[in-house]
């Protein structure tokens, strides 16, 4: 299979992020596209990629610009879980429930529901890191973080299925799951290590995430 990674970035110089200092060690493997001094929505760039290459390669995967992919072997194991999904993420859940607080872990019943699937990484205490086990992987899911999503390209040309572009960052990956979920497309997370170094969402009363909410919910409450 022919993999290409996109990542955008607001920072001027690629060489600053998490994504672009991992990936270069698969430059023999891989494709790595980007886009620096980034003012655009996640879903617009995403699909505007989608379009430009996904005649070109299998698989293209997006990645948040602060994901470090400390695994060696990524490639190989999207190559096994594509076989089995069509889009591929490291954390989400199963069952979800259209309801506020709109996060994907918390609609899907939070961390003792036994509804979450997937790992992943966060820095804690300087240079240590430490692993949120979200549930047991490779696994269906219905909804995916963003911060990792690998999308098998013949979901975009044969499908029709595309990022959701009514959303700039809070929700986009909700909702081009949950469209992806009215297609019969498939999604899954897969046992591939990385560290995020980002904290999450820290106030759910953040004008922004609170707009996109309300967006989030009238689009998807009879879902």
């Known amino acids: 299979m022919k993999i290409a990674f996109y990542s955008c970035t607001r920072k001027s110089d690629i060489s600053e992020t998490f994504a672009f200092k991992s990936l270069r060690r698969l430059s023999d493997k891989i494709e790595f596209f980007y886009d620096c001094n980034n003012t655009e929505g996640l879903?617009?760039?995403?699909n505007s990629i989608l379009k430009d290459h996904a005649k070109d390669f299998?698989?293209?995967?997006?990645?948040?610009?602060?994901?470090?992919?400390?695994d060696l072997y990524v490639c190989e194991?999207?190559?096994k879980a594509h076989q089995a999904f069509d889009i591929v993420g490291l954390a989400g859940g199963v069952s979800p429930t259209i309801k506020a607080p709109a996060l994907w872990h918390?609609?899907?019943?939070?961390?003792?529901?036994g509804n979450l699937r997937g790992a992943v990484a966060h820095p804690c205490n300087n240079d240590q890191v430490m692993v949120t086990s979200f549930g047991p992987m490779p696994s269906r899911v219905a909804i995916?973080?963003?911060?990792?999503?690998s999308v098998k390209t013949s979901c975009f040309t044969k499908k029709l299925w595309k990022f959701n572009e009514n959303?700039?960052?809070?929700?986009y990956d909700?909702?081009?799951s949950l469209d992806a979920n009215r297609l019969k497309i498939k999604l899954g997370v897969a046992p591939i290590w990385v560290v995020h170094s980002s904290p999450g969402l820290l106030n759910v009363n953040?004008?922004?995430f609170v707009n996109s909410q309300t967006k989030f919910l009238e689009e998807y409450s009879l879902y």
Do not use: N, P, Q
Request: charged share 30%; net charge negative.
């Open 43 to 46: 879903s617009k760039r995403y």
């Open 58 to 70: 299998d698989i293209i995967t997006f990645l948040h610009d602060d994901v470090y992919v400390d």
């Open 77 to 79: 194991k999207l190559e």
């Open 106 to 113: 918390l609609m899907c019943g939070g961390f003792h529901s």
């Open 144 to 149: 995916l973080d963003g911060l990792f999503m």
């Open 167 to 171: 959303y700039d960052f809070h929700h």
């Open 174 to 176: 909700i909702a081009s």
């Open 206 to 208: 953040d004008d922004r």
